[in-house]
């Protein structure tokens, strides 16, 4: 049964720092990885998605990276920012087939100006 | 991308009575699902909603529990069924297009149905 996790579960850091949100996966048979981030009271807003074929994707200010092999993915964001706040999950798909999304259980982020 | 609207947006209920929530979309999808989201907790898929033919539901909940119905390909509906405490959570519908995974897309989520059961 697939599992996924992030660590940490809550970070808050100074405006402008670099920082690393990590997210794992007990089943290496993936057909993609997704980072989402969740904002209170709105929907989920895809940031990166990483196909099993593919080691990174980066958009902006963030990157995310795919080891496939030792079931980890890393979100970089550069230089945060205050509207970088907000609920970052983690998500890997099995298959293609209309395969659902398992969900690590977020990090939690605030940005301190 | 598609463009998710959900109804109501957010409800406050009591034990024993029943809510249907209301996902549309702004174009025809192959696939539509319902998650939860309780309390301090990620998401997890309830069930697939299937266009003309039962919804397909996740180890651990039922159609008693979470009927669902799909009569077209941009819109879906979700019931929770005498409700009580431990239903209070975000219901969010998400949608996915054969097209959107050529292209490499993501599934769409909407922006959730807040639910507190009294």
């Known amino acids: 049964k697939q599992e996924v996790t992030q660590i940490p579960a809550a970070l808050s850091v100074p405006e402008g720092e670099n920082l690393v949100l990590n997210c794992s996966f007990t089943d290496s048979a993936i057909y993609n990885l997704q980072w989402f981030r969740q904002d209170p009271g709105k929907g989920l807003t895809s940031l990166l998605l990483i196909q099993s074929s593919q080691r990174e994707q980066t958009s902006g200010r963030l990157n995310a990276s795919l080891d496939k092999s030792s079931g980890r993915s890393t979100l970089y964001i550069a230089a945060s920012q205050p509207g970088d706040s907000a609920t970052y999950l983690c998500?890997?798909?099995?298959?293609?087939?209309?395969?659902?999304?398992?969900f690590g259980q977020g990090t939690e982020l605030s940005v301190k100006p | 991308s598609a463009v998710i609207s959900q109804k109501p947006s957010r409800d406050i209920c009591q034990r024993g009575t029943s809510l249907t929530i209301q996902c549309q979309v702004d174009?025809?999808?192959?696939?539509m699902f319902w998650y939860r989201q309780q309390p301090g907790q990620s998401l997890t898929l309830i069930a697939t909603?299937?266009?003309?033919?039962?919804?397909?539901?996740e180890s651990g909940f039922v159609i008693d529990k979470f009927p669902i119905s799909r009569p077209n390909l941009t819109f879906s509906t979700l019931t929770v069924s005498n409700m009580s405490p431990e239903d209070s959570s975000i219901y969010l519908c998400?949608?996915?297009?054969?097209?959107?995974?050529?292209?490499?897309?993501?599934?769409?989520f909407g922006p959730g149905t807040r639910l507190l059961v009294l």
């Open positions: 998500a890997v798909k099995r298959d293609n087939q209309g395969g659902k999304l398992i």
């Open positions: 998400s949608v996915e297009d054969w097209r959107q995974l050529i292209r490499g897309e993501t599934q769409y």
């Open positions: 174009s025809q999808v192959t696939m």
């Open positions: 909603a299937n266009q003309g033919s039962e919804a397909t539901y």
